[in-house]
């Protein structure tokens, strides 16, 4: 037989199967998601409640792709009690609005937090028992206010400094360290139903803080204070490394408490250079580092995946910006409402 023949048949024989058998069909591939509502975990973002109202551009991503919001500042102690009798409950009560209109659950930020205080708070004059008034006064108007409508809050916010100390902020410095978990109680107390985080940055960045933080929580919740999760922020960048990350969110799970990635973000520009451009490059590498959070996060236990949110939606209207003061490009979706590949490295980890 020539070789063309002897060619011909050992061709024929292998798309027969070669040994007798059916060619095996390939393993289906997973369902493309249509959008990130279509995650297993509620999947959510961060919302700008003045762009919400004003552009129609980002109401239909948020609407689109996301299964969970969070104010990013209309629920803070600045935004909604301005004034020691004032509520202000515009901003907050048209998100609420719109996410029972859109079917999406609301995730509430922040009760007490060091930051964006009114100045009626930082400069309040009054004993212990007066601030202890205030705090609870806080957290009981508030949560009452939208019970049985946000479904879950960050009670307290960023409590623990980077050296794993209790932060000296205005509560721990006139109600002591215990305002941690009298703020948990004053909480369920106004909505028995809401689940209820400690919610902080920095477990990505070492073993220093995170113990500290996971610390803080398994002793509240060994003491029967009523904390139902742990907000890990992951404000991060390409700088972390993938161990310190995955780390992070296992160690978080290991409390036993749902866990809820708050606030990520994935910066390209640690070093705040002003010339920076995007690239294909990070672009590649941004897109790595959303896949390896989400994944590591999909494969926790169903039960304690309270669901990812993103701070805000789009490159334009990232705090990471003007905080640098400098380009960076830390959100799924660019200037032009674009998905970029960070997207897709989050449909990756989801799969
Ligand atoms: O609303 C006022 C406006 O009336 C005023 O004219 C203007 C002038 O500066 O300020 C406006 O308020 C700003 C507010 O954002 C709304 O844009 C504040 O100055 C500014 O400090 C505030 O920044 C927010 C920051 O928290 C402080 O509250 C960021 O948008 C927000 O992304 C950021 O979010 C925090 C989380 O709550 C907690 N974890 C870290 C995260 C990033 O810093």
């Known amino acids: 037989m020539k070789t063309t023949s002897l060619l011909l048949l050992s061709l024929l024989l292998s798309s027969c199967g070669g040994s007798g058998s059916e060619p095996q069909p390939e393993p289906p591939l997973p369902p493309a998601l249509g959008s990130l509502r279509e995650a297993a975990f509620p999947f959510g973002a961060a919302v700008n409640v003045n762009l919400l109202r004003s552009s129609a551009a980002y109401q239909g991503v948020v609407t689109r792709e996301y299964r969970s919001v969070t104010a990013e500042n209309a629920m803070k102690f600045r935004s909604l009690h301005p004034d ?41 004059q009054g004993d212990s028992a007066a601030w202890e008034t205030l705090m609870k006064t806080h957290i009981q108007t508030v ?33 002591g360290p215990d ?24 477990h990505e960045y070492g073993p220093t803080k995170r113990t500290a933080i996971l610390n803080l929580v398994s002793s509240l919740k060994a003491r029967g204070i009523p904390i139902d999760g742990i907000g890990l922020q992951l404000h991060t960048s390409l700088t972390r490394s993938d161990a310190n990350l995955a780390t992070a969110i296992t160690s978080a799970a290991q409390t036993g408490l749902l866990v809820h990635i708050s606030e990520l973000d994935v910066a390209v520009n640690p070093g705040n250079q002003a010339g920076l451009a995007w690239s294909d490059a990070l672009a590649a590498a941004q897109k790595a580092k959303y896949k390896l959070i989400v994944q590591t996060f999909n494969a926790l236990p169903a039960a304690q995946r309270f669901g990812i949110t993103t701070w805000n939606v789009t490159d334009a209207d990232t705090w990471v910006r003007g ?21 897709d490295g989050i449909v990756e980890g989801l799969q």
């Open 84 to 124: 020691a009798a004032t509520y202000a409950w515009t901003d907050a009560d048209y998100l609420v609005q719109y996410a029972r209109q859109t079917n999406s659950r609301v995730h509430g930020h922040t009760l007490i937090w060091h930051n964006s205080l009114p100045a009626w708070v930082t400069g309040f």
């Open 143 to 175: 949560v009452g206010h939208f019970r049985g409508q946000v479904a879950s809050w960050d009670v307290v916010n960023e409590a623990v400094a980077e050296d794993g100390t209790l932060r000296p902020s205005p509560w721990l410095q006139h109600l």
């Open 179 to 202: 305002y941690v978990a009298r703020a948990f109680q004053y909480a369920r107390q106004a909505d028995p139903d809401a689940k209820l985080f400690y919610n902080d940055y920095g």
């Open 323 to 343: 905080a640098c003061g400098c380009p960076d490009w830390p959100l799924p979706f660019n200037e032009q409402y674009q998905k970029k590949p960070a997207y």
